[in-house]
């Protein structure tokens, strides 16, 4: 089983991304799966994560700007990110849970510009 997030690049402040985590590897569904980041020299935070039908939850920061879905036909969670801000700069990366197995996938890096 592997994860893989994409989507990253480098865009102005005010700007939007999306950034996509697509299981493969096995037929099985995204149960729970959440966006994290990691800036220089700071430790790595919870950016949304979504669970079934529960409420998603999200990072004061980024409430209002961010949205976290899923396609569960393409075993993907994305990320829509708008209104990007230079403190938005960060690796992100995403974990999900598929059979009761935690899985993360690589990071994707984001960097905003002022």
């Known amino acids: 089983v592997q994860l893989q997030a994409s989507g990253g690049g480098l865009v102005q402040a005010g700007g939007s991304l999306r950034l996509a985590c697509t299981r493969s590897?096995?037929?099985?569904?995204?149960?729970?799966a959440g966006w994290f980041r990691r800036a220089p020299g700071k430790e790595r935070e919870l950016v949304a994560n979504?669970?079934?039908?529960?409420?998603?939850n999200y990072a004061d920061s980024v409430k209002g700007r961010f949205t976290i879905s899923r396609d569960n036909t393409k075993g993907t969670v994305y990320l829509q990110m708008n209104n990007l801000k230079p403190d938005d700069t960060a690796v992100y990366s995403c974990?999900?849970?598929?059979?009761?197995?935690?899985?993360w996938g690589q990071g994707t890096q984001v960097t905003v510009s002022s």
């Open positions: 974990n999900a849970r598929i059979k009761g197995r935690i899985y």
């Open positions: 979504i669970r079934g039908p529960m409420p998603t």
């Open positions: 590897g096995t037929p099985f569904p995204i149960d729970f």
